[in-house]
């Protein structure tokens, strides 16, 4: 039965509906005598056209309206008004513990808070003769008071040997009524004694009470399945998994308690909820912040992770934190976390110096990357307003701010609140570092030394200059040694790379290792680096910068991220280390048409990057990554067989191939610098030059003659630009669009009258499209968020990647002074990795007539990992 507004109900007046439930809908009501807001339950027809049923629960409500407690929803009143029988309660604001379970485990401190009010409530209730008989999230109200517990007036009149059944013998369910008399009840929260149709005593409450307290520190379940067959059978025979592999900062306490509210004998349970209670209780004073003033407050969650009232542990991490290193054979303890509901993990972390936060960058649904701050005595993930776009958050010293890049400008952002703030403008980051005395040190893209910056923003001055002579061509990835002066950082000599150590005074840099990785340096004392994809340790002497014994491995496999050549899913602050272990991205080239569907495979499944299709469409040139590199490779695409295209050691990117399907230009590092290079499709002949490096360059397309290459190439004052290379003559580059933006992935028209590309003039990355040679336009194409255009064969239809990764398609008209272009529809959505500005240029092709696309369809998705979190990793090491 349904009410509209303003219906009356004796002297309630309905003022809208608040849910529903199995026994009933409730609705907000208007006490008229009492001028109060109430909650009203309206009784289903299978109480109220039995009488004998109607006048037990009319008792047994009465019973519960004694009960006065805090953490209890009052019952009011019960009513008959035209054969409806209802029930008035106190109205409670908030939301139940069923949704806000939703959001992920509530924290320690919550769960304990909320089991001591509820296990005090039940107490008040079973010492009043009343069983609830029906606990579980959905009747737990979370309001601003704490907890109330809810649905009282269903509840049992009576304890152990009462023997009744009437009202209280039909526990609620979470779906409305169907079926007068239907066998109800929520399974997951019954005890073994109700489902064998036993007499329930207050034991069975204590059952319900280890359920959800097992769900409030889990957000999982104590028992599942996928029949109510299978349930009960858990219920009857199982033990849920023990908390602490779920959580494993939880206390060892709290995982017995629940064990033993699970028992499946009601005597092994505990026999009172004020036990419980008391139980409870005792955690949370035995996990709550010493107050010794030996330790930092800002350390002090650790005490109950690392075995809180154990006094060798608060040493160890005393000793720890003094800068002592760790103490040889503490506790070692780890837990992961995840992305944020809606979201993909991005590579980039930062934990705190203090180690109370880690922030981390995710993409939501929408496409864009946001940086996420993390307490780590906290199970919630929270987005940091302002932060769209944002790539690698580094963090001040005194942990207070966090630095970041995004829409081509260096930014901070304080963690208390605040718009973010401009420190400078740049074309990209390749690594950042915060002094003590306000100095940020960075990493560009292309072939350029550090640059430094005051954190209050500024015009970025030269710090270090690669050192040609001995093969350097970038330096990147920077961070500062304890003193503040000195730093570590990533130099990078074509396909090799050293970790060096420099310094603010100009002193000449020294190299350390050889690595191909963003260097870390541990309060431990260790140097952190990434080598045959494991994440080693090594020792050093900050004193002398020089290293101690042999590093030893720390985890893997930990992957690094060569597109942004030597960038490292790996964090340290304090004696916490964070890192990705994440799977190598797989995927598997398909075709589908229009609609999205698939239609058939080519060759098996690999790491497989940015390709292009020949222009007769028979064949596909791509890289396939390797660990540390990558090689251009053929596939037939009739018979998905591979061909190998390049041999030596580098890094390969961009390929494109030429109108007459003769050659395929692509980006290089080989020799040092990104350049670009000309090599025959058929895999020998003579390899050519066409763009010597001197800043990071990656290849456009071909024009339809053969003449011209377009390409993009990063400056520090304009970022991206797009540029043309002849292909005869002198071969003298000259440039076609330079703006404060970023402007990347340009393709030729089919007539040559027009080049479509990527900017984020806009703040976000659109395609647009100009006029060549005079650049005129431009004319706005996405209107949404777009990269990676690409035009049908005769020119009448361009498609290109929304951020959520639809494929548009756009019709064209390109044939007159103007170009016209209609408005954007979604054709389908294509399983591939997320498109950007900074990404992939192409992660799809399209046939000549535009009615098959090709896609690079991702099967193991790296951005599904988590985020492993470790506590005094570093104790085991060697020292």
Known sequence: MSFSSGTGLGPYVLLGPLGAGGMGEVYRAKDTRLDRNVAIKVLPSHLSCNPDLRARFEREARAVSSLNHPHICTLHDVGHQDGIDYIVMELVEGETLLDRLKKGPLPLDQTLRYGIQIADALDKAHRHGVIHRDLKPGNVMLAKAGSKLMDFGLAKRGLAGDGGGGVSALPTQEKPLTEAGSLLGTYQYMSPE?????????????????????????????????????????????????????????????????????????????????????????????????????????????????????????????????????????????????????????????????????????????????????????????????????????????????????????????????????????????????????????????????????????????????????????????????????????????????????????????????????????????????????????????????LIGEPATVAKPIRVDWNVWGRTPVATGGEVLAFRSSPVATFQLTWLDRQGRELTSVGPAGDYGDFALSPDEGRLVTYERLQDAAHLALVDLATGAHQRLTFKPELVIAPSWSPDGRSIAYASNRHGMVDILLVPASGGGTEETLVHGGATNWCGGFSPDGRLLLYESSDPKTQYDLWVVPLSGDRRPQPFLRSDASETHAWFSPNGRWVAYTSDTSGRAEVYVRAFPSSEGPWQISTAGGDQAQWRRDGGELFYVSPDRQMMAVQVNGEGASFKASSPRALFRARIQAPGILAIRNDYVVRADGQRFLINKLVEDPAKGTITIVVNWASKLPR
């Open 194 to 546: 109700q489902l064998e149709g036993k007499d329930a005593d207050a034991r069975a409450d204590i059952w319900a009470l280890g359920c959800v307290l097992y769900e409030m520190a889990t957000r999982k379940r104590a028992f599942e399945g996928k029949s109510q067959a299978s349930l009960i059978s858990a219920i009857m025979t199982s033990e849920p998994q023990p908390i602490a592999q779920l959580q494993p900062m939880t206390p060892p306490a709290l995982d017995r308690l629940v064990k033993v509210c699970l028992a499946k004998d009601p005597d092994d349970r505990l026999q009172t909820a004020h036990d419980v209670m008391q139980e409870l209780k005792w955690i949370a004073e035995a996990s709550a912040p010493p107050p010794a003033p030996s330790m930092p407050r800002r350390h002090r969650w650790l005490t109950w992770a690392l075995g809180a009232a154990l006094a060798v542990a608060v040493v160890s991490l005393a000793v720890a934190l003094k800068g002592r290193g760790p103490v040889s054979g503490a506790r070692v303890v780890s837990f992961e976390v995840r992305a944020p509901e809606g979201t993909e993990l991005q590579p980039d972390l930062a934990v705190s110096p203090d180690a109370r936060n880690l922030a981390f960058t995710a993409k939501s649904e929408d496409g864009l990357d946001r940086l996420y701050l993390r307490s780590l005595d906290s199970s919630e993930s929270e987005p940091i307003v302002g932060t769209e776009g944002a790539l690698q958050p580094f963090w001040s010293p005194d942990g207070r701010s966090l630095g970041f890049f995004a829409q081509g400008k260096l930014k901070r952002v304080e963690i208390g609140g605040g718009a973010p703030q401009t420190i400078c403008n740049l074309p990209e980051l390749r690594g950042a570092t915060w002094s003590r005395d306000g100095v940020i040190v960075f990493g560009t893209g292309g072939a350029y030394g550090l640059r430094r910056v005051a954190a209050t923003g500024g015009t970025p001055e030269p710090l270090t200059t690669p050192d040609a002579p001995r093969g350097e061509t970038s330096h990147r990835w920077p961070f500062f040694l304890p003193d503040g002066r000195r730093l570590l950082y990533l130099t990078l000599g074509g396909a090799n790379g050293w970790i060096s150590v420099g310094s603010l005074d100009g002193q000449r840099p020294e190299r350390l290792l050889e690595a191909f990785s963003a260097p870390l340096y541990a309060a431990s004392g260790h140097v952190l680096f990434v080598r045959d994809g494991a994440l080693r340790a090594q020792a050093f002497d900050v004193a002398t910068t020089r």
